[in-house]
């Protein structure tokens, strides 16, 4: 099915669409979506017409900003109109806008930024590798990660306060849209892939608009996530993975279940328009620049930065565009208050910024009294940069898992981390390298798989110099065992055999918008190279009989309930558990017999008689399985690094 031509929709339109349909329409509904998207033709003054037989025609007139964002936007020709079946199909078959295109202006902040980008993701960040090619990425402030240097007497303030406030309690009106959030995901997830159409889609959506109208964002972002998920995975996008669907129920049911009790934390309540607040004035150095892609059409870039007291910042430039978009952006002029940079040009240089706005998550904002100066930069050797490279990885990954800063927001919200590594050599999809100086065994994946982008073809050329010394900045991936995703590498002070690049480089090379050449390698061979590749041994993911529980999951979220209750009736439950059993895993164990028994319960009412059971207690056995797994999956990398 092609939707090009259709505009974006907004979830709140579509959800009362549907719900104006009777049920019989409401049974016919997956089957007329699948024909709108090959029926759609260009009308006049920009409108969208889609034909269904002679006397129908639905008309779609989307607003000034390219989206239809009330239902007298869309209309169609029946006599059942506006609660006619033509019409909730073209809606369906549109693609869904993000809350930040059609969003009525509020308060303006003291800065602005473009849509919140990954990978993974989740799952919206197609470089992440829990997320899906295409998926628009959460927006979840999280802590910024320092640099590896102490705090400094004197200079600027930290980004985010050490200790941030408590979030405010929740209004009844929070608490309703949060338990409205919980029916709707448990029924989609009982539901499944296999049936969860778009009239389940359409129940979330609405439960979704109910929390973004009671001010939850953070919640509304994630229904979203779901939903994208359940379109592609119905439609057999290729870049849809189920791992990726399956993490994103469990930060739906996780986040509406703690509204629902009237407790929620910062990433159910969050991710609105970024709040920037005063940060004084900044001395910053670029350390490396990013192309930043999202599902949604977006397409930009992230540059990267370290203050003088060891703070991570980002100054990103994100827009409608795509991959276009973010080849382009990486030298395109900085937007802040007057500098006149481009963004190539601040990766190696930095900023003295007066009267700087911040984002908790370290976002500089281009508000109207910033003012910046271009300064001189500094290689990744002298300070503030070289600190980031300082620091024992296994204790900045310790503290980066500690305060939960590689989440899968993508790029947001996963702390850099910087290291000194031996090439050892190429391996399935990535290269295995040692930290120097009695370091851990550790992955380079590349941090991007579109094949426009240079990662994978940089992380080839490099694993074909065993023994290269190499200092590389990258994002550790929280989902595989020691993984690293590196977007900058440079060579190793003092070392012979390393990386040699020209003065104007800075002692760095941005892997997502440059290439390494031959002549930036050593010319001459190695005295020894390592042949130690299987020293890596196996991942312990892989290993683990977690995998069981992981499988079990997905199933539950492809096929929905009956799929885990046919599983559970074809085998012995204590068989399947008894692999857990005798790995220590004695809750997951539990906690799967649990999920399988009740998929299986089938209650029945006074005269015997089957009847529906309820999605509740289904999903948050669920949901107690999958929060246990990634907690467990987390202590199982967090050991990696050490």
């Known amino acids: 099915m092609s939707t090009a031509l259709l505009p974006p929709v907004a979830p709140e339109v579509l959800a009362e669409a549907v719900e104006q349909l009777t049920a019989r329409l409401r049974r016919k509904l997956d089957a007329a979506v699948a024909e709108c ?3 759609a033709v260009p009308g ?10 002679e006397d129908t025609l639905v008309t779609l007139r989307p607003g000034p900003s390219g989206t239809v964002t009330a239902p007298e936007q869309a209309v169609c020709t029946c006599l059942l109109a506006p609660r006619c079946l033509h019409r909730a199909a073209v809606l369906g078959a549109a693609p869904l806008a993000d809350p930040e295109t059609h969003a009525p202006e509020g308060p303006t902040a003291t800065g602005t930024d473009g849509p919140d980008h990954p990978g993974h993701d989740g799952p919206d960040h197609p470089g992440h590798p829990g997320g899906a090619t295409g998926s628009a990425v959460p927006p979840a402030p999280a802590p910024t990660g320092r640099a590896g240097a102490e705090p400094a007497t004197s200079g600027p303030p930290p980004a985010a306060p050490a200790d941030p406030e408590p979030a405010p309690a929740l209004t009844p009106a929070q608490v309703r849209a949060g338990a409205a959030l919980w029916q709707a995901a448990a029924g989609a997830l009982s539901a499944g892939v296999t049936a969860g159409g778009s009239v389940v889609q359409a129940e979330l959506l609405r439960a979704a608009h109910t929390a973004r109208l009671a001010g939850l964002p953070g919640a509304e972002a ?10 592609s995975a119905r439609e057999r996008d290729p870049g849809q993975r189920l791992g990726d669907l399956t993490a994103a129920f469990r930060e739906l049911l996780a986040a509406a279940a703690l509204l629902a009790a009237g407790s929620a934390g910062s990433g159910a309540a969050g991710g609105g328009r970024r709040a920037y607040g005063q ?3 900044l001395r910053v150095h670029g350390l490396c620049r990013e192309p930043v892609l999202s599902a949604t059409g977006y397409g930009g870039v992230a540059t990267h930065l370290v203050g003088s007291d060891g703070v991570f910042y980002t100054l990103s430039d994100v827009r409608p565009g795509g991959l276009a978009r973010a080849q382009g952006a990486g030298s395109a002029s900085v937007a802040l208050g007057g500098a006149v940079l481009d963004h190539a040009g601040l990766a190696r240089g930095g900023l003295l910024i007066a009267g700087a706005t ?7 904002g281009a508000g109207r009294g910033v003012r910046a100066t271009p300064l001189r930069g500094v290689d990744w050797s002298e300070e503030p940069a070289a600190a980031v490279f300082a620091r024992p990885v296994h204790e900045a990954m310790a503290e980066a898992l500690d305060t939960g800063t590689t989440g899968t927001t993508g790029t947001t919200g996963t702390a850099l981390l910087g290291c000194d590594v031996e090439v050892l050599g190429a391996r399935e999809d990535h290269l295995l390298v040692r930290v120097r100086g009695g370091g851990p065994l550790v992955r380079l994946a590349a941090a991007h798989p579109h094949p426009e982008l240079p990662y994978a073809a940089n992380l080839r050329r490099i694993g074909a110099y065993p023994g290269l010394a190499l200092r590389v900045l990258g994002r550790p991936d929280p989902d595989r065992a020691a993984t690293l995703r590196p977007l900058a590498v440079g060579p190793v002070p003092d070392e012979p055999r390393t990386l040699r690049l020209p003065e104007d480089r800075r002692g760095r090379v941005d892997l997502g ?6 002549d930036h ?3 001459e061979a190695p005295d ?12 312990p993911l892989a290993e683990a009989p977690l995998w069981r529980i992981r499988r079990l999951l997905e199933s539950g979220v492809a096929g929905g309930r009956r799929a885990i209750a046919e599983a559970a009736r074809g085998t012995d439950r204590a068989a399947s558990a008894t692999p857990l059993r005798r790995a220590g895993l004695v809750a997951a164990a539990e906690l799967a017999e649990a999920l399988t028994a009740e998929a299986d319960r089938r209650p029945r009412d006074a005269f015997g008689r089957l009847v529906d059971a309820s999605a509740d207690g289904y999903a948050r056995a669920w949901l107690a399985s999958a929060v246990h797994l990634a907690a467990a999956e987390r202590s199982l990398v967090a050991a990696t690094w050490s």
């Open 37 to 39: 998207g090959e029926r």
């Open 279 to 281: 940060g004084g004035s």
């Open 222 to 231: 994630a229904a979203l996530r779901v939903v994208r998920g359940l379109r």
């Open 44 to 53: 006049p003054d920009g409108t969208v017409e889609v034909r269904f037989g």
């Open 521 to 523: 390698f050593p010319r």
């Open 528 to 539: 020894d190279v390592p042949d130690d590749l299987a020293a890596a041994g196996p991942d």
């Open 358 to 364: 911040v984002s908790a998550d370290g976002r500089l």
């Open 513 to 518: 918008y440059e290439r390494l050449q031959g």
